[in-house]
């Protein structure tokens, strides 16, 4: 009996033709003049440190033009045509976060500059902690203070709130009103770009998402999970059948609704909260310590609440100390923004550290 060999297909990747500058190069082709020069001419170096040709391409302006708007063509995208995916866990997301990291004094920064040539990046960055402090101060204080008012509040004291949580939060007045001052939070992610026929994430709110429709009530979908879940996904599949040699044809679960619906049973005619069990493990054992990392763009879990929950568990002052609180300029899964894991794993390696006496 004769084996039968079955070559496998090789795809290959059909060839990029495109000359190069040398080859479109032709002797006495221009491509810019130069204007008259506007400083005093100087002597040229000796002549055995100068070089007596210089082998550029000598091409007219629209040639090179030509030239890169070919090869820009070679990369496929949205931009050119049609995009098939694989799966339908990724959408597209408008280039609002593009145009903006490409305003000049973002693109031309260098993380090594001297800190004197980015003081206006710096000016951003402290511009944002105040404006965060303001609107904390005006959280517990004005804000608290008209909703246990509710209607004893004057016309102009309601006005007056109206206002400034119209200024913090980028809702329209005549929605907060509508609302009696309490913004729902996944109202909230669909309201605030609806105008622009848009929504902003819950888990991390720098990523923004378009609905198929702009007069629903919530978003259609958290644009960090649909960018997230398949990768997510294709990287644990790999990591447990490549690196643990676990095979299986169960589906991975990343958020699943087969855990629904949940049991409040211990909760009956109470409010969930959970942060009773932490206080009570970090008073049997005075040695816990728990480190929380906060992303300013997380409104799923947001830091000021994460403060709220701490600044209200009942620890002992003693036991305060045994809780460290870090920021990220980022949402509820830092680590995917690269500068925020950076500085997570600095800050994690000092909170091991000390909590090990090391």
């Known amino acids: 009996m004769t084996d039968l060999v079955v070559e496998p297909v090789v795809k290959t990747t059909p060839k990029i033709v495109e000359p190069t500058l ?21 002597a040229l170096p000796p002549e055995n440190l100068l070089r007596s040709d210089l082998p550029l391409p000598e091409l007219a302006e629209v040639d090179v033009v030509r030239h890169y708007m070919h090869l820009s063509k070679f990369n496929y995208s949205v931009d050119s045509g049609y995009y098939p995916l694989g799966s339908c866990t990724m959408k597209y997301n408008p280039k609002i976060n593009e145009d903006t990291a490409r305003l000049p004094g973002f693109l031309y920064t260098h993380p090594l500059q001297p800190v004197e040539t980015v003081q206006g990046n710096l000016a951003l960055m402290f511009t944002l902690q105040e404006w965060l402090k303001e609107a904390e101060e005006f959280a517990l204080g004005d804000y608290a203070q008209a909703l246990l008012k509710g209607d004893a509040m004057t016309k102009e004291e309601r006005a007056d709130i109206v206002k400034r949580l119209s200024l913090y939060t980028g809702i329209s007045e005549q929605f907060i009103e509508r609302s009696n001052l309490r913004i729902n939070a996944f109202h909230y992610f669909k309201e605030l770009l609806r105008e622009r026929g848009l929504t902003v994430g819950r888990l991390d709110s720098r990523l923004i998402g378009r609905d198929r429709l702009g007069v629903t009530e919530n978003a259609e979908y958290d644009p960090l999970l649909t960018n997230i879940m398949g990768p997510y996904t294709a990287a644990f599949y790999d990591y447990i059948r490549r690196e643990l040699k676990f095979e299986s044809d169960l589906p991975y679960e990343i958020l699943s609704g087969f855990v629904h619906p949940w049991s409040y049973r211990e909760f009956e005619n109470a409010y969930v909260h959970v942060a009773e069990t932490l206080r009570a493990a970090m008073t049997y054992n005075h040695h816990l310590k728990v480190f929380v990392a906060n992303g300013y763009y997380d409104l799923g879990t947001p830091y000021f609440a994460t403060e709220y929950t701490f600044n209200h568990l009942g620890l002992d002052e003693e036991l305060r100390k045994n809780v460290t609180m870090e920021y990220y300029d980022a949402g509820h899964m830092m680590y995917i923004h690269m500068p925020s894991l950076k500085q997570m794993k600095t800050d994690l390696a000092k909170f091991i550290k000390g909590a090990s006496n090391i």
Do not use: K, Q, Y
């Open 22 to 42: 040398f080859d479109l190069s032709s002797p006495g082709r221009i491509g810019v003049r130069m204007p008259a020069s506007d400083v005093p001419e100087t």
